[in-house]
């Protein structure tokens, strides 16, 4: 809107002479205001259609191009395919209404502003806006330095929320993915084998064969899907309030292979596991919550019983407050199990049943190579647990990334797009000045100017307005990332070295000199003569 505006009042100025011309001809003024109201409408009319036009194609096209780009990753395909995409009229509507506000404005200001005067009185003056003190080059500068400022914001609270979004490393994380893969039992193992008849010893079993590290179940894949993944109970301690934390449950082995260092305590053992012993493993996040100043490992947690009976995949149970107690016997680091969670990386582990566990199979092998993972499958079918390896931890957890990436993307798209009507505005602009300083640079030229004075006054102009614009749209940008970081919970407020608000701001002062260089090579290239003959 703010190219547009540009534009619209670069042409309002430009025909005020016409309009100047008519009014000494006789030409009533209502009639005047009436043919250009007419003549904006029908711009913003044609201009609205072929948006809408281009917007319905776009949408239909976007949906079969996301799919396709997602070939490989089913689940998000699927979820991806579920989504309705279509037109928002009340987006629409705002749009339309922004544009015709904007387009009826921005042409029929300087408009009407000529024909509330005399005729010849705007044939013998430069055209203005809002009259002497706002000329048109300053509002074009203003608009200008507006664009930039917008492009440039909308730049950086791209950079700015995208990287958040997308920081998946093992720091953020707290598990390690490398040489980490998703195990699968054959799909109809038979019946009496370990997988159906005992899978807490078949993973012992497989944790012992040449080539794995170690191998575990775990209730719910932490970081698998966007959202949430784990789910929350209520636990207390001796004499405390119910409190309400994540929970999940693993089988022993789990902390090892997905190397979650144990802080204080050990992990859980098979035996314990075998005898459905209450045992607990807690965050140290939560232990630090839980027993503040107090040391975390055998302490009695409470736990809400209709959790902790629970089985993985089944819909989370109600909390009924009958707790049941479990013993402390080891405090983990911190993970982060939800992209969706606001912060709090408060946990508790919980054994899986010893009877019907059933979750994911993840193991760790010595070598991430296909030799090894073939060689693994041979060996575990000759001792009875036939397995395939899926994919890779890392490529689980960067799934649950698509839609961020996704977003990303489409952010950076119109963030592109944005930058390409500022340059285009800019570009305008630079060039209409020149149209409209053609006398002023010929007796610049007549009094002794050389053209690369010329020149230079027009390039440090152009980067001056990209500057300005820099400076604005990286202040907006930086304040917009800040707000959200206080708004949205678990957003935390955006790290802006100062390198990146030095190439920021060379960059817009860059786009101004760049697409300003060929409207201050035409205006030197101007003949002084003619210059000075022009109207």
């Known amino acids: ?50 948006a809408l036009f281009f917007a319905c194609w776009t949408l239909q096209a976007l949906k079969p191009l996301v799919l396709s780009m997602l070939a490989g990753e089913i689940e998000t395909r699927n979820a991806i395919a579920m989504i309705e995409i279509g037109l928002d009229w009340r987006i629409v509507g705002f749009g339309a209404l922004l544009t ?31 009259g002497r003190k706002i000329t048109p080059s300053r509002l074009r500068s203003v608009l200008l330095i507006g664009q930039v400022a917008v492009c440039l914001s909308m730049l950086a609270i791209s950079g700015i929320t995208t990287g958040r979004l997308l920081q998946a490393r093992r720091g953020e994380a707290g598990f390690a993915t490398e040489r980490v893969y998703q195990a699968l039992p054959p799909a109809q193992s038979p019946v009496g084998t370990m997988w159906t008849s005992d899978p807490l010893g078949a993973i012992e079993t497989l944790r012992t064969l040449p080539g794995v590290v170690s191998a575990g179940i775990v209730g719910t894949t932490p970081l698998r899907k966007p959202g949430g993944n784990v789910s929350s109970t209520l636990v207390k301690t001796a004499g405390g309030d119910p409190d309400k934390i994540g929970y999940n449950q693993a089988s022993a082995g789990f902390f090892e292979t997905f190397d979650i260092p144990l802080l204080r305590g050990r992990a859980f053992t098979p035996r314990e596991i075998a005898l459905g012993a209450r045992v607990a493993i807690v965050s140290e996040t939560a232990a630090r919550q839980l027993w503040p100043g107090r040391e975390a490992v055998g302490q009695v947690l409470f736990v809400d019983a209709a959790t902790a009976d629970r089985r993985p995949g089944q819909a989370a ?219």
């Not at 540009?6 to 005020?16: E, K, S, T």
């Not at 005399?118 to 044939?123: E, H, I, R």
């Not at 990436?405 to 209409?432: D, E, I």
């Open 1 to 50: 809107c703010l190219n547009v505006a540009n534009l619209l009042l670069a042409r309002g100025v430009a025909r005020q002479h016409e309009i100047g011309v008519r009014l000494v001809l006789g030409a009533g003024r209502g009639r005047l205001v009436r043919q250009l109201f007419v003549e904006n409408f029908l711009l913003c009319v044609l201009g609205a259609v072929a």
């Open 100 to 130: 015709a506000v904007t387009g009826l404005a921005a042409g029929l200001t300087p408009a009407l502003h000529s024909v509330r005067v005399d005729g010849a009185f705007a044939l013998k003056r430069d055209g203005s806006v809002f």
């Open 317 to 535: 149970a109600k909390p009924n407050e009958n707790y049941r107690d479990y013993e402390v016997v080891g405090v983990a680091r911190d993970i982060k199990s939800n992209w969706s969670e606001d912060g709090d990386v408060r946990l508790v582990w919980l054994p899986l049943p010893a009877t019907g566990a059933t979750g994911t199979i993840f193991v760790r092998l010595q070598v991430d190579s296909a030799a090894t993972r073939r060689a693994v499958e041979r060996v575990a079918s000759e001792a009875g647990l036939p397995v395939q390896f899926k994919e890779r931890l890392a490529a689980i957890v960067d799934r649950g990334l698509t839609p961020y990436r996704l977003f990303a993307g489409v952010s950076a798209t119109l963030s592109g797009l944005a930058l390409v009507l500022a340059t285009v505005g800019l570009y305008g602009v630079m060039s209409f000045g020149v149209n409209q300083r053609v006398r002023e640079i010929g007796v610049r030229m007549a009094l002794g100017a050389r053209k690369s004075d010329i020149q230079r006054q027009f390039l440090v102009e152009a980067g001056a307005l990209g500057g300005l614009g820099g400076v604005i749209g990286i202040a907006l940008g930086v304040g917009v990332a800040y707000l959200v970081s206080a708004v949205v919970p678990g957003f935390p407020p955006p790290f802006v070295p100062m390198w990146s608000v030095g190439l920021a701001f060379g960059f817009s002062v860059g786009v101004g000199v760049v697409f300003g260089l060929y409207p201050a090579a035409r205006a030197a290239r101007l003949d002084p003569i003619e210059a000075l003959r022009h109207e």
